[in-house]
């Protein structure tokens, strides 16, 4: 009887946060305050240790797949992958659960647009988390949605972004969230980044998958694969590993 009940507790909670996200608008979920301090991070990157899986060696996509299925879409040139507009979002063949994670982003040289418009990709811890991916080189945006947040949940403790067109870092340590017989939620993600060598989130807590409208919440699930975005930016990618925990 208490099983029935969490279980219909659960779906009355899923159909109330549908209702309420149908009433919300996007900015409703929008942080502007307080604004990450600028700071200037180093040059050092990190080849793969011995006991990684190599995800992107810079030769092809091998590991990678639509995530509407078949090959993935992108473009591999001089030893990077880069978003075609249009090509979808693409993820790993290989699904995970806990790991370490390393991986190299550049935003386009040329910059166009603002805000949100400029240079935005994201990386998707288990396809539902998002790390973003943005040019904040003197580009204002809401704090929750500038590069080093978790899109719309935690704010990054300090802007460590390089300018357009220069390689920067992500090294992400990802505990997967776990859940009840019942789908209920365990335990919480938790998640510590680096940003070019840089603290931007200490062991942080997530409160659900990555929502543009509305509040997060959970849903259960077990290992899944890391995702990159097309948010319709050239944004590149490369030197991408992981090593599973």
């Not at 370490?100 to 990709?121: C, D, F, M, Y």
């Not at 390689?167 to 017989?181: C, E, K, L, M, S």
């Not at 365990?186 to 942080?204: C, D, E, F, H, I």
Request: glycine residues 8%; hydrophobic residues 35%; proline residues 6%.
């Amino acid at each position: 009887m208490r099983t029935l009940l969490l279980s219909a507790c659960t779906l009355l909670t899923v159909a109330a946060t549908a209702q309420n996200k149908e009433q919300m608008k996007p900015e409703a979920t929008e942080v502007w305050e307080p604004v990450p301090k600028v700071i200037t991070p180093g040059t050092e990157t990190l080849t793969a240790p011995s006991d990684a899986i190599v995800l992107f060696n810079g030769k092809n996509l091998d590991s990678w797949e639509s995530d509407k299925g078949g090959p993935a879409k992108w473009e591999v040139k001089d030893d990077a992958m880069t978003v075609v507009k249009g090509g979808g979002v693409i993820k790993t063949k290989q699904q995970f659960e806990d790991f370490q994670l390393h991986i190299e982003w550049r935003t386009p040289a040329e910059v166009k647009g603002e805000s949100q418009g400029r240079g935005n990709s994201g990386v998707f811890m288990q396809e539902q988390y998002e790390l973003q991916v943005l040019d904040n080189y003197n580009n204002r945006t809401y704090s929750n949605g500038q590069a080093g947040s978790f899109y719309k949940q935690k704010i990054p403790l300090v802007n460590a972004c390089k300018k357009p067109g220069e390689w920067q870092t992500y090294d992400v340590i990802w505990t997967a969230p776990r859940f009840n017989g019942d789908g209920s939620l365990k335990s919480p993600a938790r998640a510590t980044v680096l940003q070019n060598g840089v603290l931007v989130q200490n062991n942080v807590e997530l409160e659900g998958k990555t929502e543009y409208i509305g509040k997060p919440t959970y849903v259960k699930h077990g290992a899944k694969s890391i995702a990159l975005q097309d948010h319709g930016n050239p944004v590149s990618f490369r030197n991408i590993w992981i090593r599973p925990l």
